[in-house]
């Protein structure tokens, strides 16, 4: 859309403002599967955002074997499961009833448009 296209800016009063929208140089998507919810000393809410995923090895053994063939053994695993946690995003109070009334509603409309 050029300069010609966009649509005016609405009047502007006391009790309103225009915001515009930008991305900073450190933004980034993350995939999460789940978040954990904390908070911290000054009451500041933290979510934390996570995936899990069973480890990798952590020390393989490569070995030839009599007619060439290659064959890998597994020294070191880790055992369980690696929670990576991918990033932490810390609000007040205000600000995150404000974020979790605004993300139900819009659950709630994404809902809608599922049925149709």
């Known amino acids: 859309m050029d ?6 800016a609405p009047p502007q009063s006391e009790s309103s ?3 515009h ?10 995939v999460a599967q789940a978040a954990w919810f904390g908070y911290d000393m000054k009451g500041t ?8 995923y069973f480890p990798v090895p952590k020390e ?6 009599k007619n060439g063939e290659g064959k890998m053994e ?13 990033v932490d995003v810390a609000m007040s109070l205000e ?6 009334k605004t993300l139900s509603q819009n659950i709630d409309n994404y809902r809608e448009k599922l049925k149709t």
Request: glycine share 6%; proline share 8%; hydrophobic share 40%.
């Open 95 to 100: 600000a995150a009833e404000a974020f979790c």
């Open 74 to 86: 597994i020294i070191k695993m880790p055992e369980g499961v690696i929670r990576e946690i991918e």
């Open 3 to 8: 300069e010609s296209q966009q649509k005016p």
């Open 45 to 52: 809410l933290h979510f934390s955002f996570y995936n899990d």
């Open 21 to 30: 929208m930008g991305h900073s140089p450190q933004f980034r998507r993350v």
């Open 17 to 19: 403002v225009p915001i």
């Open 60 to 65: 393989l053994l490569a070995t030839k074997g």
